[in-house]
Structure formats: structure tokens, C-alpha cells
């Protein structure tokens, strides 16, 4: 169902919370930048895991094709989703 046109805004437009200074929009503005070099040690940790999964299917590996090389790979792929999240 929907609002009266008459109710529909509660406060007015374009207000501030009284608590928080401008610009300011959570805990996670208050945390520093990442290194430069963190960037890149993401880029570096997926393409070792991407590197891992060919290389099982090349054969390249001891032992490989074998699924545990590429459960080796997977994780090393999450451990750089991992940290991609932690890079601000």
C-alpha cells in the first residue's frame, strides 16, 4: 500500500545527523589507507593461486592431475579474496 503524497518525508530534505560531523559517515572513514604495495600482493596472491590450478592441469606439478592441487589453488585464490577485502 502506498503512502499519502501528503506524509510521504518525515524529516526535511537534505538534514545532518546532530551526532556526526560532516563528511563522516561510519567507523570506516576514521581507518588509514592501505601500503601501495598491498594493491599488488593481492594481484600476486590470486594469479599463485590461478598459476596453481593451470599448472595441476598442465601436469606440472608432482603427483598432479589430482584434486587436492587444485583445492591447494582454490585456497590461496580465497586468502587474495580474503585480503581484497581488507584494502582500503
Known sequence: MARPRNTS??????????HAPAGQHGPSSAAPASASWFGWLIIAVLG?????????????????????????????????????????
Not at 518525508?9 to 546532530?18: A, D, E, H, L
Not at 590461478?50 to 606440472?60: C, R
Not at 580465497?78 to 582500503?88: E, F, P, Y
Open 9 to 18: 518525508r518525515i524529516t526535511p530534505k537534505g538534514t545532518q545527523p546532530q
Open 48 to 88: 599463485l593461486g590461478s598459476a596453481v590450478i593451470v599448472a595441476n592441469y598442465l601436469s606440472w606439478l608432482p603427483g598432479s592431475p589430482t584434486n587436492a592441487w587444485i583445492a591447494v589453488g582454490l585456497g590461496i585464490i580465497l586468502l587474495g579474496v580474503l585480503l581484497a577485502t581488507r584494502w582500503r
